[in-house]
């Protein structure tokens, strides 16, 4: 037993303010995950396409989401890093303007604790198309009521949009994608409104994140998508795909030929924050002081 009233004093506020944690589940303290951004930065380094870059701006990117997206700080430590390497490892950035893909906060019923679920954006999948030495055309668009659009499949498919204009165009009919290819080939896919909420509603982020935010860029993303799975697929691009909404707990370079592995559970809503940023990491590095943070994905024209 401790002699010294101070010790005795301590030791039993510090029982008395500190709430007990189950075992089950793996939060981690904000400050934590900051430290090991800082500790991940060599690994991202040998991760990042040569074209990248530097790791300094997918480190700086994934502070600001630790900070900015409630819970991101409290997920684990293994899938927090499987999703940030396989974002470095495609050349995707985490959040940001670009909305190449986003790290979403995943309640996981099983261990009752938060993962990270790594979600490829619009902007991402269009970028991996582009690096295979096939790819010679992308399109994709809304269709709304009041445009003039016809398509027919078949041995002679045929896709024709003549978009309305002013206030003639009216609420969203269907979305489509269509692919050139450098062989003169080429295909395309198209969407009623019916065939993307069906997807959406399978998906574990329906009601948050990008479906939130970018609900179009959202459904032309599903166009995309369905499109690929008719296209000859880059090496990077056909990771994405395997990776794409999953939970990713090795970081390891092996890991990133594993697909990301679908968990039982829910994402966490994100409420609007007045003032922006959350409050939830305070520790930010030294190295990383005074860096300015990334913008939130939605700022830029064509959302996720």
């Known amino acids: 037993m401790t002699s010294n009233l101070a010790d005795r004093v301590a030791a039993r506020t510090t029982q008395t303010r ?5 075992a089950t589940r793996t939060a981690q303290p904000a400050g934590t995950l900051v430290q090991f951004v800082q500790q991940m930065r060599p690994e991202i380094e040998r991760a990042l396409p040569a074209h990248m870059g530097g790791a300094d701006r997918i480190a700086r990117i994934a502070l600001t989401e630790l900070r900015r997206v409630e819970h991101l700080a409290e997920c684990s430590r293994e899938s ?3 999703a940030l390497m396989t974002c470095s490892a495609l050349g995707l950035e985490p959040g940001g303007v670009s909305g190449e893909a986003y790290l979403l906060p995943f309640w996981n019923k099983k261990i009752r604790g938060y993962e990270v679920q790594l979600v490829i954006g619009y902007q991402g999948m269009i970028r991996l198309y582009w690096q295979h030495p096939l790819a010679a055309g992308l399109d994709t668009h809304t269709v ?3 445009d003039d659009f016809e398509y027919e499949y078949g041995l002679a498919p045929k896709l024709r949009h003549i978009p309305a204009r002013g206030s003639a165009k009216g609420p969203a009919t269907h979305y489509y994608a ?3 290819l450098a062989n003169g080939g080429n295909a395309f896919v198209v ?3 019916d065939d993307v909420e069906a997807i959406r509603k399978r998906s ?12 179009d860029a959202m459904a032309r993303k599903t166009a995309v998508r369905q499109l690929f799975k008719m296209l000859p697929k880059s090496a990077e691009l056909a990771r994405a795909v395997a990776h794409d909404g ?6 390891s370079p092996e890991g990133l030929d594993v697909p990301g592995e679908y968990i039982e559970g829910e994402i966490v809503e994100q409420p609007s ?8 990491v305070e520790d930010v590095p030294s190295q990383f002081a005074g860096w300015p943070e990334a913008a939130e994905p939605g700022a830029a024209a064509g959302g996720a």
Do not use: C, M, N
């Not at 574990?204 to 609900?215: E, L, N, R, V």
């Not at 007045?274 to 939830?280: D, I, N």
């Open 18 to 22: 500190t709430p007990a944690i189950p």
């Open 80 to 82: 927090f890093a499987g």
């Open 144 to 146: 709304h009521e009041g």
């Open 178 to 180: 269509v692919a050139r």
């Open 191 to 193: 969407l009623d409104v």
């Open 204 to 215: 574990k982020a329906k009601d948050f994140g990008p479906w939130s935010t970018d609900y």
């Open 246 to 251: 999953t939970v990713r707990r090795d970081a």
């Open 273 to 280: 924050i007045q003032g922006g940023e959350q409050p939830s």
